[in-house]
């Protein structure tokens, strides 16, 4: 996500919390995750 811009969606294999803060951080408007991945309870 280092080269992404105000607005981009960004998809991501990490399913930690902090994947939230990369995209408040980056003004991502969504964070995409391969269906075949679980979340981590406290990240969704």
């Not at 399913?15 to 990369?22: C, E, L, Q, R, S």
């Amino acid at each position: 996500m280092s080269h992404a811009a105000k607005g981009d969606a960004g998809i991501t294999v990490h399913t930690h919390v902090n994947i939230v803060a990369v995209a408040v951080l980056a003004e991502l408007v969504c964070i995409i995750i391969p269906e075949s991945i679980e979340v981590d309870d406290g990240t969704v």
